[in-house]
């Protein structure tokens, strides 16, 4: 049994992790590229991302190949993963985030997309704004199983 001052405790924190959705909205829909080429790829958020704790703006960037577990590329909109090449790099202005990739090589093939760490749910998923980023005909768009809710994400094939 809890006391009334720990479920009134309770029910504020509910409230404030549940209070509103932060929709991510990922561009461009299609684009075509070859090897070498600069990329970039858009995420707006629908209101700030930014930590009332830290200052830190709490979006992510990540990497999926087929087959195979998300791979974090950028956090806090701009700061590199170790272990990352130097060629991936994150910006902000206002509320977009934008992810570059400098020079496109083969093995950058897969889908990216963007995560928001501000809100529950993480992500909202918005199926009409799936994108797809190809230099060959065909595109694939995979989804990570789980409790993974995406924005669109966008397939690059080298």
Not at 2 to 20: D, E, P, T
Not at 51 to 58: F, I
Not at 59 to 84: E, F, H, N, R
């Amino acid at each position: 049994m809890i006391s009334k001052a720990q479920f009134i405790g309770l029910l504020v924190l509910w409230i404030q992790y549940s209070s509103g959705q932060i929709a991510l909205t990922q561009t461009p829909e299609s684009l075509t590229v070859s090897l070498g080429d600069r990329v970039t790829i858009n995420c707006k958020a629908s209101s700030s991302l930014t930590s009332s704790y830290s200052g830190k703006e709490l979006l992510a960037w990540y990497q999926q190949k087929l087959g195979q577990a998300p791979k974090l590329l950028i956090y806090y909109a701009d700061t590199l993963q170790s272990g990352v090449p130097a060629r991936f790099s994150g910006s902000r202005s206002g509320s977009d985030y934008t992810l570059t990739i400098s020079r496109v090589e083969a093995e950058d093939a897969g889908d990216y997309y963007c995560q928001q760490d501000k809100s529950f749910p993480l992500t909202v998923i918005q199926t009409s704004t799936k994108t797809c980023l190809c230099c060959s005909v065909q595109c694939h768009s995979y989804f990570p199983q789980q409790n993974h809710l995406l924005t669109g994400t966008v397939t690059l094939e080298v």
